[in-house]
């Protein structure tokens, strides 16, 4: 078990471009959560899955963001047109669904939006 | 909304001391779960130690314990015989146990450093 993984781990990208995350939860996690940091302040939760089922959206979720889990297994978080700021750690972290449900984090990627 | 604050934002201790982080939260929940997380330079969030809210006994963790006072909605991280390696910004989250909302919601953090 090599815990949960996330690439890239540093993005530098030009306003207006497209980018995409992934993340590689802990085997047999069935939940995978995506957060936002910004410098100096906690985590705010963007979205999470259960298996392949987005159970929940928060508000900080933009249309221009988009996250997917196609087969239950790892997950991407797209952001279109970028803008300055969406520079962000982007963390990830899955659970597994019984007992204390506790959250194994990522690395997180580091974006930033020039 | 739930909401989680951590007052200090920042601390000191000597190393081999003893020191306490604050941190207070609203809910209008009866079940729920609080948890402290380390986030050390490299960035990666690590699980100190976790609190059920239906459990009146403080978790302890070896060096780490908290001290958990349902009535006034506190939760506070003790660290015991601080160690060079506990330098981190520290986080206080909470979590509801009932439905399908899972997410974690953390206070800003606070910055601990350890003095040699």
């Known amino acids: 078990d090599t815990g949960v993984s996330q690439n890239p781990r540093h993005k530098i990208t030009k306003r207006g471009q497209n980018v995409t995350f992934r993340c590689d939860p802990i085997s047999e996690h069935n939940r995978l959560y995506w957060y936002r940091q910004t410098l100096g302040q906690g985590p705010e939760f963007l979205t999470y899955f259960q298996n392949e089922a987005q159970l929940e959206k928060s508000r900080l979720l933009s249309d221009r963001f988009s996250a997917e889990r196609p087969k239950g297994s790892f997950s991407t978080l797209e952001i279109q047109r970028t803008e300055q700021g969406d520079s962000a750690m982007y963390l990830c972290?899955?659970?597994?669904?019984?007992?204390?449900?506790?959250?194994?984090f990522g690395p997180g990627t580091r974006l930033t939006v020039l | 909304a739930q909401t989680v604050t951590q007052s200090q934002p920042e601390m000191s201790v000597q190393e081999a001391e003893t020191v306490t982080l604050s941190c207070t939260y609203d809910t209008s929940e009866s079940d729920y779960y609080l948890f402290w997380y380390k986030q050390p330079p490299s960035r990666q969030m690590i699980l100190v130690i976790r609190?059920?809210?239906?459990?009146?006994q403080n978790a302890t963790e070896n060096r780490f314990s908290v001290n958990f006072q349902k009535a006034a909605k506190s939760f506070s991280l003790k660290i015991s015989d601080s160690q060079l390696g506990d330098a981190a910004m520290y986080f206080c989250?909470?979590?509801?146990?009932?439905?399908?909302?899972?997410?974690?919601?953390f206070g800003k953090g606070i910055t601990l450093s350890v003095r040699p």
């Open positions: 609190q059920e809210a239906y459990k009146q």
């Open positions: 989250a909470y979590r509801i146990i009932t439905g399908a909302n899972s997410k974690l919601t």
């Open positions: 972290a899955s659970s597994l669904i019984w007992g204390a449900d506790t959250q194994y």
